[in-house]
């Protein structure tokens, strides 16, 4: 009993200790976390130092964390957003599945299979793998925004095919059913959807006064035990109604995306999701037999090229159809070129039933698998080539609200306004041209959408036309004036704060409608003059008085300036702008000297103000 005891543990603390060796080492390598958790699964298994014999097995138990991602997504969707959708999960879903299902088959055929095997090795390669394009997904931020939800609607899709395709499965069989009579397919859709119906109204009117009930107790493992109820009890209710338990825990999620507990569950989840979901790739690097690829090397590796590269263009293809730019397109092909994990389901469930043959499925299986395998190894290369051509053809992301305060660009300048105001209790609409700006704050939880600003119809949509305020803060000056220029024309009450690059853009920013402007590097300056002012020895107080009125005195000449600017002109050939310059120059070396002297000397123009630079 402790021998097997002990190799038990052996068989955990592997596992363990490879992710924790392997995946830091691909992600500080630039190749993802993924592509670590299959190399070392690769590694520990079967076909490597044999530490772990059984693949399946911990496939089987890791699958769990592909149903927690889905619950945690979920809670992430209300129903009104889900239904939004449901022309993307139908429309696009089926048009993508259908089309690649056809030109999958058809490369089956030309390697000479029957219909039959080609047909099923094809449905199985055309389900996308969601524990890959999820972690994706969630790595770059991208489930929230518009191509992330595109893609998670066509997953979603895709899940709801496992009824249809068993059946097909056990009509294509050539044996003879023994025992019980194989069920019709409208009883199994009518299970399947009495099944759904079921847990609908358990969401809706059992869930939320149970977490209540719980909550009262203040027993924090019994709600943490209540989650973990809620994910497993929903994906077993889905599989005894022959759906598949990622869609029950995404319904369930769905369902208690609005109640007061969501954010409670989604910590209690996220631990266990985690750490399945990496087991689940950990079993999946173990389960590619190297021997079955070393037999029949050709077959195998053309057999990935042909797929993956028949299905991306296929992806590609239909993205295009559906109005997608060609920068969002070429992403989603990349992402989803492989086959899933619901292959190996199909694949066994077609052996036993005598469509495929042993060979067939040993060669299929690790078809799957390398496409998995090679899926990382694709985006990266993908995100290295394509960053600067992603750029200038992304589409601008969808706007779907509007906030009293718009922030344009979210560089080291922006970003500190943007948290001042967001803290300070005011909505914002965020919005910049960087991906990956955008991809990193959204993945932060701040929602950052991405565009160019300078376009009007963009503007508009975002609500400037309602705005109380827009924050230019972008670093292209002529793209600036002309964000400020239209947000006057089109809403004359809008207050603009608008960041200069120095006194030049400033007098354009002022004449085109900026209320306040601020020069990007003057109040650093200021601190600056002031810290240097006290390395000489001046006093603490005087030198803080002096940056006091230095910083006043000159955003009010700045002003003055502004108002005789004339941009035909250079700034030393117009002679009403030295008058000001000069005659500043003269009051502000007197005041300042005054303040030297102890005396009291108020900023120019400024006597109430109490700003400190």
């Known amino acids: 009993m402790a021998a097997e005891g002990a190799g038990e543990l052996v068989r955990v603390v592997s596992l363990l200790g490879a992710a924790v060796v392997a995946v830091p080492l691909f992600k500080r390598l630039g190749l993802g976390s993924v592509l670590g958790y299959l ?28 149903v927690m991602f889905l619950f945690v997504i979920g809670l992430e969707m209300k129903p009104s957003h889900l239904w939004g959708l449901r022309r993307q999960i139908f429309g696009l879903g089926s048009l993508q599945v259908v089309v690649c299902a056809i030109l999958l ?39 929230a925004a518009p191509r992330g939800q595109r893609i998670v609607s066509i997953l979603l899709f895709e899940d709801l095919l496992i ?22 397919l409208w009883q199994s859709a009518a299970i399947a959807f009495g099944a759904l119906a079921a847990l609908v109204v358990a969401g809706l009117f059992v869930l939320n006064p149970l977490f209540r009930i719980l909550a009262a107790t203040r027993a924090r493992e019994v709600m943490t035990a209540a989650a973990l109820f809620v994910v497993l009890g929903a994906a077993l209710l889905m599989e005894a109604g022959g759906l598949s338990m990622a869609m029950g825990a995404f319904v369930a999620g769905v ?32 389960s590619l037999d190297l021997a079955v690829v ?11 090229a042909a797929l993956m590269a028949t299905k991306a263009a296929c992806i590609y293809a239909v993205a295009r159809l559906a109005k997608s730019s060609h920068a969002d397109a070429l992403d989603r092909a990349v992402i989803m070129a492989q086959g899933g994990e619901f292959a190996f389901v199909l694949f066994s469930g077609a052996l036993g039933k005598g469509v495929i043959d042993e060979t067939v499925n040993a060669n299929m299986t690790a078809i799957v698998v390398l496409s998995m395998v090679f899926t990382p190894l694709m985006i990266i290369l993908h995100n290295r080539f394509a960053k600067a051509e992603e750029m ?64 009007h119809e963009l503007l508009i949509v975002a609500g400037i036309e309602k705005a109380c305020m827009a924050v230019v803060a972008i670093d292209n000056r002529e793209q600036a004036l002309q964000i400020v220029r239209f947000a006057r024309e089109i809403n004359p009450n809008i207050k603009i704060v608008a960041r ?53 005195t000159d955003r009010h000449e700045m002003v003055e300036q502004a108002r005789v600017h004339d ?12 008058e000001i310059s000069q005659a500043y120059d003269i009051r502000m070396a007197n005041d300042i000297a005054a303040i030297l002297r102890g005396e009291n000397v108020a900023p120019v123009g400024s006597d109430n103000d109490t700003d400190d630079a």
């Open 39 to 66: 190399a070392a699964g690769l590694a520990i298994g079967p076909f490597g130092l044999k530490l772990v014999t059984d693949p399946h097995a911990i496939i089987h138990i890791a699958e769990f964390g592909v």
């Open 255 to 286: 369902l208690l995306s609005e109640s007061s507990f969501r954010h409670q569950l989604e910590a209690d989840i996220e631990p266990f999701r985690g750490l399945l979901l990496g087991l689940f790739f950990l079993g999946v690097g173990m």
């Open 392 to 455: 200038e053809t992304r589409a601008a992301d969808t706007i779907e609200e509007q906030n009293p305060i718009l922030i344009i660009g979210m560089g080291r300048f922006g970003q500190h306004i943007q948290r001042m105001i967001q803290m300070s209790g005011y909505g914002t609409t965020i919005i910049d041209l960087d991906p990956k700006v955008v991809q990193n704050f959204t993945q932060y939880g701040v929602k950052t959408h991405f565009g160019d600003a300078s376009r």
């Open 163 to 184: 009824v249809p395709l068993l059946a097909i499965v056990a009509f294509l069989s050539p044996l003879e059913p023994v025992g019980e009579a194989v069920r019709p």
């Open 500 to 552: 200069a690059f120095d006194r030049l853009h400033t007098f354009a920013l002022y004449q085109a409608g900026a209320d306040d402007i601020v020069r990007e590097v003057f109040d650093a300056s200021v601190r600056s003059g002031k810290g240097a002012l006290k390395l000489l020895g001046i006093k603490s107080d005087i030198a803080d008085k002096i940056a006091h009125y230095y910083f006043h």
């Open 105 to 143: 088959t058809a490369v089956g055929m030309l390697y000479g299979f029957p219909w039959q095997v080609s047909f099923i090795s094809a449905a199985g390669f055309v389900l996308t793998s969601t524990a890959i394009v999820m972690q994706v997904l969630n790595e770059r931020g991208d489930i």
């Open 294 to 304: 070393a037999r029949n090397w050709w077959l195998v590796l053309s057999g990935v």
């Open 567 to 578: 941009p035909a002109l250079g700034p030393f050939q117009n002679q009403q702008m030295i």
